[in-house]
């Protein structure tokens, strides 16, 4: 299966849009096996606009060579926030890939120029200012900046859930977590999850970022394998856990 690598109709993303409550906005997309556009294979895409004109989403899963500080210099705004720096941007899709999308916490006590509210406590904010309040160190407290956004026209999305091409899976923010996966070269994998999804989702996961099987993954943490079955609350797993992937 081959998506879509538009915009919707009259859709533009930098342009100030003050909320979002369409049936599929806040949620993932998995691509199933038989995705073949190599924008999107083995990608997982959060979805923050879906209504009768199209979708918008950003990958995220896919970081790129690119960190906050070479971003950060390139535009002209000096990051010393050392937690920062070495943050990832990530490749959001193939639409508008010149342009860059701050996935963040919804706050109230703090407005940007161009941003969408969505559902479910989060903004995707396209202005300059919220990275100039990053900068500053006034920012979002959590947030994921990608470059490009993924768009589908209208009813593109929902044919190509139909064919099998994605799988949605429903997002509860205020459980939404970041696991931290190490090989035995020494990469690191980030993978956004929950508390609730079992290793098995978790793998899945994984698969989908790296580009093999589920089945091929073994986590576990010392000496302690994990068992597909549990969830990563039973196991204690919380936000920037790390663990330790080796391959069967």
């Known amino acids: 299966m081959k998506s879509a690598n538009k915009a919707p109709q009259d859709a533009d993303p930098g342009s100030l849009i003050s909320y979002s409550a369409d049936h599929l906005a806040n949620q993932f997309l998995i691509a199933m096996p038989g995705?073949?556009?190599?924008?999107?294979?083995?990608?997982?895409?959060?979805?923050?606009?879906?209504?009768?004109?199209?979708?918008?989403?950003?990958?995220?899963?896919?970081?790129?060579?690119?960190?906050l500080a070479t971003l950060f210099d390139k535009i002209e705004l000096k990051l010393e926030i050392a937690p920062l720096l070495e943050q990832p941007v990530y490749f959001g899709g193939p639409v508008?890939?010149?342009?860059?999308?701050?996935?963040?916490?919804?706050?109230?006590?703090?407005?940007?120029?161009?941003c969408l509210i969505i559902p479910g406590g989060l903004t995707m904010t396209t202005s300059k200012d919220v990275l100039?309040?990053?900068?500053?160190?006034?920012?979002?407290?959590?947030?994921?900046?990608?470059?490009?956004?993924?768009?589908?026209?209208?009813?593109?999305?929902?044919?190509?859930?139909?064919?099998?091409?994605?799988?949605?899976v429903s997002?509860?923010?205020?459980?939404?977590?970041?696991?931290?996966?190490?090989?035995?070269?020494?990469?690191?994998?980030?993978?956004?999850?929950f508390p609730t999804d079992t290793i098995y989702n978790l793998k899945q996961l994984i698969a989908a970022h790296i580009g093999t099987k589920a089945e091929k993954i073994r986590l576990q943490k010392s000496y302690t394998i994990f068992k597909d079955?549990?969830?990563?609350?039973?196991?204690?797993?919380?936000?920037?856990?790390?663990l330790e992937l080796y391959y069967n």
């Open 96 to 114: 508008q890939i010149e342009r860059g999308f701050v996935l963040h916490e919804s706050n109230p006590h703090l407005s940007y120029s161009s």
């Open 35 to 67: 995705m073949v556009d190599p924008n999107f294979a083995n990608s997982v895409v959060y979805l923050f606009e879906h209504n009768e004109r199209g979708a918008m989403g950003l990958v995220v899963n896919k970081p790129t060579e690119v960190n």
């Open 171 to 193: 997002l509860s923010r205020d459980q939404m977590m970041e696991i931290i996966v190490n090989d035995r070269i020494g990469k690191k994998v980030r993978i956004k999850c």
């Open 132 to 168: 100039e309040a990053v900068a500053l160190g006034n920012g979002p407290r959590k947030f994921l900046m990608t470059l490009g956004y993924a768009g589908w026209g209208a009813g593109q999305l929902e044919e190509e859930i139909t064919l099998n091409g994605w799988m949605n």
């Open 229 to 242: 079955n549990i969830t990563l609350q039973d196991y204690e797993i919380k936000d920037g856990s790390s």
